[in-house]
């Protein structure tokens, strides 16, 4: 049997964060192959559902990846269900699933510790008449598995977001800390909606008239000189 814990924090302000996730989980030895110990154990993956008020950047991660700035342990991108469109609006947007592996593990006993950061973004939300601010909702993960060398008894799981260089156990027990928070997020007013649309007209009409007037003296000037070349 395994169980696991996750204790979720949001770092940062503004629309660029850092969702930070310290993870502990539980194994029984004695369902381990014979001869191995929790200290074989190589992997904690952790699946989450990203709502569609954010996004995380998968190019953004890889290059935090290749480049090690990862302050204490590597965050591998392992899945994305997508497509990931970064520059659509929340409205326009679909919640996605990531799921991200852990590969730097501190083992105490039968007790395995995972801690890792990953940037997360927030989408611009579409302006209310009513609201300042809407909330933006991080959950805790949906799921969570450990690679370890399991017995003859584990079921085998084939997960496209899980190396098949492993023998995966899924958490029967996941306890999350908190379960969700929510980010407050600013949005556009609607309170002048009219004045800026008659602002905006206005502009834009005027530019217009003021390049078709360019091009009728334009025009003109150019047939002047033709008549007086005659």
Same mark, same amino acid.
């Given at each position: @049997?395994?169980?696991?814990?996750? =204790?979720?924090?949001?770092? !940062?302000? !503004?629309?660029?964060?850092? &969702?930070?996730?310290?993870?502990?989980? $539980?194994?029984?030895?004695?369902?381990? *192959?014979?001869? $191995?110990?929790?200290?074989?154990?190589?992997?904690?993956?952790?699946?989450?559902?990203?709502?569609? #008020? =954010?996004?995380?950047?998968?190019?953004?991660?890889? #290059?935090?990846?290749?480049?090690?700035?990862?302050?204490?342990? %590597?965050?591998?991108?392992?899945?994305?269900? +997508?497509? =990931?469109?970064?520059?659509? %609006?929340?409205?326009?947007?679909?919640?996605?699933?990531? *799921?991200?592996? =852990?590969? /730097?593990?501190?083992?105490?006993?039968?007790?395995?510790?995972?801690? +890792?950061?990953?940037?997360?973004?927030?989408?611009?939300?579409?302006?209310?008449?009513?609201?300042?601010?809407?909330?933006?909702?991080?959950?805790?993960?949906?799921?969570?598995?450990?690679?370890?060398?399991?017995?003859?008894?584990?079921?085998?799981?084939?997960? %496209?977001?899980?190396?098949?260089?492993?023998?995966? /156990?899924?958490?029967? $027990?996941?306890?999350?800390?908190?379960?969700?928070?929510?980010?407050?997020? %600013?949005? !556009? /007013?609607? #309170?002048?909606? &009219?004045?800026?649309?008659?602002?905006?007209?206005?502009?834009?009409?005027? +530019?217009?008239?003021?390049?078709?007037?360019?091009?009728?003296?334009?025009?003109? @000037?150019?047939?002047?000189?033709?008549?007086?070349?005659?």
């Amino acid at each position: @049997m395994v169980t696991a814990k996750v =204790i979720t924090k949001v770092l !940062g302000s !503004g629309f660029h964060r850092q &969702l930070e996730s310290h993870v502990q989980v $539980s194994i029984h030895e004695e369902e381990l *192959a014979q001869g $191995s110990t929790a200290q074989d154990c190589k992997s904690i993956v952790v699946v989450d559902r990203i709502e569609r #008020e =954010i996004y995380i950047d998968l190019d953004e991660v890889e #290059e935090q990846v290749r480049l090690k700035t990862q302050a204490v342990t %590597p965050i591998e991108p392992v899945d994305f269900q +997508g497509p =990931i469109d970064i520059e659509r %609006p929340s409205d326009a947007s679909k919640a996605h699933v990531v *799921a991200r592996a =852990i590969n /730097s593990l501190k083992i105490q006993s039968n007790l395995l510790t995972a801690y +890792g950061t990953v940037p997360i973004h927030l989408r611009y939300q579409k302006p209310s008449a009513l609201a300042t601010h809407l909330n933006a909702t991080i959950r805790g993960p949906q799921q969570v598995f450990v690679a370890c060398p399991w017995g003859s008894n584990t079921p085998r799981l084939k997960l %496209p977001y899980l190396s098949r260089r492993f023998i995966w /156990s899924e958490a029967t $027990s996941l306890e999350l800390i908190p379960a969700q928070q929510n980010l407050a997020v %600013p949005v !556009g /007013s609607l #309170e002048h909606e &009219l004045l800026v649309q008659t602002v905006s007209t206005f502009i834009t009409l005027f +530019g217009a008239l003021i390049l078709l007037y360019f091009a009728w003296s334009t025009k003109k @000037m150019a047939s002047s000189r033709k008549l007086h070349d005659e």
